[in-house]
Structures are given as structure tokens and as C-alpha cells.
Nanobody, 116 residues
């Protein structure tokens, strides 16, 4: 059974940093691209970052390019999202995601709030 468990969210001031983690289980983590999505209140869920199975290629939404960094540790079945220079508009629930057997799998999400 695929499980994705996010952690690391919280309240941070504008300009601050957070690192999110997502621990995966139930599938061969090292073989799959992993994604980070976010959903702000009243908005659709949007793709924030992707990282390929070996971690060699990453892609980012324009809104976070240069501020967020995705990485992974395949030995620990964990994917990370380092978020720097946070802005109030980054406030959202952040979700870890992968597509396994053609189905999108989600974690429960972790809340990130950027506010002074």
C-alpha cells in the first residue's frame, strides 16, 4: 500500500525558510518521479516542483523558481522541499505526490503559513 507522509510545515515570517519532508513507503521509491503540489484556500491545487527518480532533473513552477529546491534521498525513501525567501502568497497546504500504476497518490498534506 502506497503511503506518503509529509512533515515540516508551520508558521514562518516573510523572508524565512522551511524544509518539508515526505517519507514514502509501499513502492520502489527510487524508481519514481516525485512531485510537490500546494493548494491555497479557494484556489486549485498547483504543481510546485518535480524531481526525477535519480534526482538528476528538477522542475519548478515559475512562482517558486530560484526560491524552492527539491531533493531526495533514495536510501531513506524521502523527498524534500527546501523553501527559502518565503512570501505570504506561498501560504498553502503542501502535498507530496507520485503517480503509481497510473493513479495519482497523495499524502495528507502539511500546512505552511507565511505571515508576520
Amino acid at each position: 500500500q502506497v503511503q506518503l507522509v509529509e512533515s515540516g510545515g508551520g508558521l514562518v515570517q516573510p523572508g524565512g525558510s522551511l524544509r518539508l519532508s515526505c517519507v514514502a513507503s509501499g513502492f520502489t521509491f527510487s524508481a519514481y518521479t516525485m512531485n510537490w503540489y500546494r493548494q491555497a484556500p479557494g484556489k486549485e491545487r498547483e504543481l510546485v516542483a518535480s524531481i526525477t527518480s535519480a534526482g538528476t532533473i528538477t522542475n519548478y513552477a515559475d512562482s517558486v523558481q530560484g526560491r524552492f529546491t527539491a531533493s531526495r534521498d533514495n536510501a531513506k525513501s524521502t523527498v524534500y522541499l527546501q523553501m527559502d525567501s518565503l512570501k505570504p502568497e506561498d501560504t498553502a497546504v503542501y502535498y507530496c505526490n507520485t503517480v503509481y500504476y497510473l493513479r495519482s497518490r497523495w499524502g495528507q498534506g502539511t500546512q505552511v503559513t507565511v505571515s508576520s
